[in-house]
């Protein structure tokens, strides 16, 4: 629906995306509404809606929802065609209380939030190497946990099992239970409630060790990826694959768009959150970020409060000022970030190294 007219100079794009359409609004630079339409979520979609944004003016920004869902393949399409775009958060339930919610209301929303600067945060390409670890991750998750499930659920048939059975099998360790049960024969008919239950084990330990190699191929190729990507990293006490590569596809492949590393502490969700009042001077816990990525960090401290004798020290100096364990954990989990910090934008680290700029408002020099 169209509210203004005319090319009207520099203009801001706002998108609400979905997964078969996207609604797009543009705004001028006094906030002002131009106009709003829908485009299939194509990639002749994604040409027709840059065009369309570039028919009211000067296309300078656009604030995007959704860049690592929905809307992933219009963010590459415009920073290919030299869109500066930025990740746009959901309106807050406040918000939409008081003005409603529909596409046109969310699109626009999202311009505004663009042109104020009230989102500044840089998508992920997903181009790289980093979305092929992001994706290998995502497959070697599920079989883990299918391979769990698996376990629970041949020990869980051992339970109910006749005594000819569960005495065999019982006091194995997982890997010689699998075995054990994949070597099991069966003679007679299914109906016989003893050889189908040998069938049951023999089937689940097959999909055991199906899983097992599966998670193994992925461990192989996820091991050289992360060594590509980010050469060290694993280097670094306590940090294995699987915490890098959580914490690359957290960065992404363009880490360059976080300003410093307290902006990875906050990404991660470890930045600690001033909680002080009058004479009392306390932070209190960051439950923001990226859970998967604080979780990943938190996986490192319990091997380096056991190996690191550094750790070790820091630990009895903070206990020494009153901090409880939850607290030093806290502080350590910073501690780690700042350091993978330094090894996953592969830059060293420098006192004279400035951030890069933010994204200046439109329309102000």
């Not at 590393?261 to 969700?269: K, N, P, R």
């Amino acid at each position: 629906m169209s509210r203004m007219t005319g090319k009207t100079g520099v203009v801001v794009g706002g998108v609400d995306t979905h997964s078969q359409t996207h609604h797009a609004a543009v705004i001028d630079d006094l906030g002002r509404e131009v106009s709003d339409c829908e485009f299939p979520a194509t990639a002749a979609g994604y040409e027709a809606l840059a065009g369309w944004l570039r028919s009211f003016g000067e296309l300078t920004l656009a604030g995007v929802e959704g860049t690592s869902s929905y809307g992933a393949g219009l963010a590459r399409y415009l920073c290919q065609a030299g869109v500066s775009v930025v990740e746009v958060d959901r309106p807050d339930r406040r918000a939409r209380r008081a003005h409603g919610k529909s596409d046109p209301i969310d699109a626009y929303a999202a311009a505004r939030a663009a042109l104020s600067a009230t989102c500044t945060t840089v998508p992920k390409t997903g181009e790289g190497i980093v979305e092929a670890i992001r994706v290998l991750r995502v497959t070697r998750r599920s079989a883990v946990k299918a391979r769990t499930q698996t376990t629970n659920q041949l020990k869980s048939l051992l339970v109910t099992a006749p005594s000819e059975v569960r005495e065999r099998l019982a006091g194995l360790k997982t890997l010689a239970l699998v075995q054990a049960c994949a070597r099991l024969r069966t003679s007679g008919s299914a109906s016989d409630p003893l050889q189908a239950l040998k069938v049951a084990l023999r089937r689940l330990a097959r999909r055991h060790q199906h899983l097992t190699t599966e998670i193994k191929d992925a461990d192989a190729e996820l091991h050289s990826l992360v060594a590509t990507a980010a050469p060290g990293t694993t280097d670094l006490l306590g940090v294995g694959v699987e915490v890098a590569g959580q914490l690359l596809t957290t960065v992404g492949d363009n880490p360059q768009r976080m300003r410093s590393q307290a902006a990875f502490a906050h990404l991660c969700g470890v930045a600690p959150i001033p909680a002080s009042s009058g004479k009392t001077r306390r932070h209190r816990l960051n439950r923001g970020g990226d859970r998967a990525a604080n979780n990943a960090l938190y996986t490192v401290v319990p091997t380096r409060l056991r190996l690191d004798e550094r750790t070790h020290r820091y630990v009895a100096r903070r206990t020494t000022e009153g901090l409880s364990q939850r607290e030093i954990i806290r502080c350590l989990q910073r501690h780690v970030a700042r350091e993978l910090y330094q090894a996953l934008v592969r830059q060293p680290p420098s006192s004279s190294s400035k951030p890069p700029q933010r994204l200046e408002r439109v329309g102000q020099p």
